[in-house]
């Protein structure tokens, strides 16, 4: 497999919903519950690229464009952005569903950057 061919096979999309157990005192999307939901699906994008151990050395920059409101649909996709020796960097956006209509936009987009390790807790190269 080329290593384009593993980016699109390692591209990771999930679905979620916004529920008031997730929310802040505006009643949109706890940042900190939006940064754990992307620095999960950049970790099983990083771990379907590479197949082997990864860990989050890095969240390089988090962009909050749009407060995502309770009752909402979430996508979040994980795309691998760069490739080094024993690193690599996942693009995370999350895009928000209207319930109801067909208005999709995006909300945020972060930067994560993993390290592929061996049973030593050593780096090791990624591909």
Do not use: C, W
């Amino acid at each position: 497999m080329t290593t384009e061919e593993r980016i699109q096979a390692s591209e990771t999309r999930i679905f979620k919903t916004v529920f008031p157990n997730n929310t802040n005192h505006y009643d949109t999307l706890f940042g900190g519950s939006a940064m754990a939901m992307m620095d999960e699906v950049a970790f099983i994008t990083a771990t379907r690229f590479t197949r082997k151990r990864m860990v989050t050395v890095s969240s390089d920059r988090i962009d909050f464009k749009k407060p995502i409101p309770a009752g909402t649909i979430i996508e979040l996709i994980g795309t691998v952005s760069h490739i080094g020796n024993t690193s690599l960097k996942v693009l995370v956006e999350i895009f928000i569903e209207e319930m109801y209509s067909f208005v999709r936009e995006k909300a945020i987009t972060g930067t994560f950057t993993f390290v592929a390790i061996d049973e030593h807790k050593h780096p090791v190269n990624v591909l």
